[in-house]
């Protein structure tokens, strides 16, 4: 018979072990051991099922992802940019002034074989009537706005630097009786050249927004 069969000494070996510690205390009233619910995730919303590149209506965009809404369009600065540069490439073909009936344009070639500001003016237009038709294809795109600006300024300098130089020509011919008067391509320049750089600023005001 062994020591296991002894109700004496089993009595015995329970009276010497170590109580049981105590049950770890639950929040909210439950009882000891108790396995709680679980917790369903959030429901899963996807996007529709279109791809493009981020930020494009219907484009395919990650969870959670901020989704950017589109751009508004440009078309007042791109077509005023479009004009600008329509009537500054037209001004340099224009009569910029007359000498006694003798008609000047900007491509007309002095006594040395050169010619004015015609080129420079004919490729500012172009350049502007490309940058508003960007605009008006790519909405709201501030590098070429910028640029717009800048061109414009241009433009709009050298045709009133031009203009100063026609009144010298003006007063000098006065001087040997030699009458001197302004054509319209001058003008022209000046005025595209002004609507083009307004354009670009209401662009660059409005990609600001």
């Known amino acids: 018979m062994s020591d296991f069969d ?3 000494t089993t009595g015995r070996w329970l009276a010497n072990a170590a109580p049981l510690p105590p049950p770890t205390p639950t929040s909210g009233g439950e009882a000891p051991f108790a396995v709680r619910a679980p917790v ?4 899963f919303t996807p996007n529709p099922p279109a791809y493009g590149f981020p930020g494009a209506p219907g484009a395919f965009q990650p969870y959670g992802a901020a989704v950017r809404p589109p751009r508004p369009k440009v078309a007042v600065g791109g077509w005023l940019l479009v004009g600008g540069g329509a009537l500054t490439a037209l001004g340099s073909f224009l009569t910029w002034f007359s000498v006694s009936g003798q008609d000047f344009t900007g491509f007309t070639k002095d006594d040395s074989g050169s010619v004015r500001d015609g080129p420079f003016f004919l490729i500012i237009g172009l350049v502007l009537l490309c ?3 960007t605009l008006v294809a790519a909405r709201r795109v501030l590098a070429i706005a910028i640029i717009a600006i800048v061109v414009g300024v241009i433009a709009t300098w050298g045709a009133l630097a031009d203009i100063g130089s026609v009144n010298d020509i003006k007063t000098f011919g006065e001087v040997f009786d030699q009458k001197v008067d302004f054509g319209p391509g001058l003008y022209l320049c ?3 050249g002004a609507i083009g750089l307004a354009g670009s600023v209401i662009a660059v005001a ?4």
């Open 40 to 43: 369903p995730p959030p429901p």
């Open 6 to 8: 002894d109700p004496t």
């Open 131 to 133: 940058l508003g038709l």
């Open 206 to 209: 409005k990609r600001r927004r």
């Open 190 to 192: 000046l005025v595209g």
